[in-house]
């Protein structure tokens, strides 16, 4: 069956799609007068607000206590772990005034929070008892980021939720990494997104951390966009700040942390990019917040009977927990209806004219490909709810399929150069030499940003860069 997607302006021209997408969909708002900062608007934060809940149901269902920390955290606390500080201190706002008086001690807006949340830990760590000590917050963070901006992409305000834990050992942290991979998994699955998982290279990995882990998807204009990592700490930070547990034995040993994030612009942006088409939004039934919208088509002496039916139907669904809007707007025509929320990205439409009103039918249309259907009114939840998962089957496919058609293999560098062109992702030989990832980002349009942690990648040939022995095949692609 082909589909009947009509997707190629994402495709042609990003930027302007995914801007009037933000505008009229009201999913954000870019024109607040401090450049990199953001108003998410009332359909774009509903659709977040489901995504970040789903996530912490997720992480409170193992064992995470929901906190919540302080924005600032002081200047001593920040600079303790060397790694870190390099990482992140030219993207740091600084506080340095209370009024007119100057503050004695520096303080910083968190970029991150390890440096907030670890000095707590010290505190609440006393023994083996104690641990594992797994804790998660949703909330923003704050970099001073100098690329270009674009909303929901990069700011520098972003809403994220961010997990911290600590273990006995490595092993355990190691666990608790599958763990966190695992949820993620679940909530990228649960929103359709395609991604590959990557291990990113030691040169970028997250400042502090033994190795990161970062959830790679595509976009429409070619570059990979990061949607979430998972980071290994070893015992980097408990060393810094003075982390210890008193074993069974009563020797004090340092903790070993995990930390990972999740950031929900990247994510809904990466929601609207993947399943979006020239209409507008086309929105998974799950994070939906509105499942099926009701459009009453209106003849002149039979509106009684179809707004009558309209709100029968509209009742049943919402008894059934299907999130409904009856569009009884009289000011609007079917048409500008339709308009409106195919934009909202809404998955299903329910139509109802006299005659579907006599026979207590109602003609259904899905969003994503227009397959029009029709049901009886008793048979209504049953196919709406077979529906939702047939169209949610079809955009998690298509996901999948364009992030497979992305995905080349690139043999020489001219090739790699011309696939960059192409905005692809190619795969090359490497032999995991730093400097040969560095000579290949001077070359061509696109960096190394990792090698699959999952997989069973075999290097197929020598370094593309140095023709050394390959020990990986890394993942090359633009970037956000
Ligand atoms: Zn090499």
Known sequence: MSDKVNSDQKFEDFSTWYDKILLEAHIADDRYPVKGFTVYTGWGYSIAKRIYQMLENMLEEVDHQPMQFPVVIPEDAFQKEADHIEGFSAEVFWITHAGDNKLERRLLLRPTSETAIYPMFKLWIRSHADLPLRMHQTCNVYRYETKATRPLYRG?????????????????????????????????DALGLSYILLKRPDFDKFAGAVYTLAFDTWNPDGKTSQIGTVHNLGENFAKAFDVTYEDDEGSHRYVSNTCYGMGFGRTLAATIAHHGDNNGLVLPPLVAPKQVVIVPILFRGREGDVVGYSKEIEAKLKEAGIRTVLDDDDRLRPGEKYYKWDMYGVPLRV??????????????????????????????????????????????????????????????????????????????????????????????????????????????????????????????????
């Open 156 to 188: 520098r305000e972003f809403l994220w939720n961010e997990g911290h834990t600590a273990h006995v050992d490595f092993e355990d942290a190691e666990r608790q990494v599958q763990v966190a991979v695992k949820i993620y998994r679940k909530v990228y």
């Open 351 to 480: 139509e109802v004219g006299p005659r579907e009103a006599e026979a207590r039918t109602v003609t259904l249309v899905r969003r994503d490909n227009r397959a029009k259907s029709k049901a009886s009114f008793d048979e209504l939840v049953e196919t709406i709810q077979g529906l939702f998962e047939d169209l949610f089957a079809d955009l998690k496919r298509r996901s999948r399929e364009r992030l497979e058609s992305e995905l080349v293999d690139a043999h020489s560098l001219d090739e790699l150069k011309s696939y960059m062109e192409q905005r692809k992702i190619a795969r090359v030989n490497w032999c995991g030499e730093p400097r040969c990832a560095f000579e290949l980002k001077d070359q061509v349009a696109g960096e190394v940003r990792g090698t699959l942690w999952d997989g069973s990648d075999e290097p197929t040939g020598p370094c593309m860069v140095c023709g050394d022995e390959a020990k990986y095949i890394a993942y090359v692609s633009q970037t956000y």
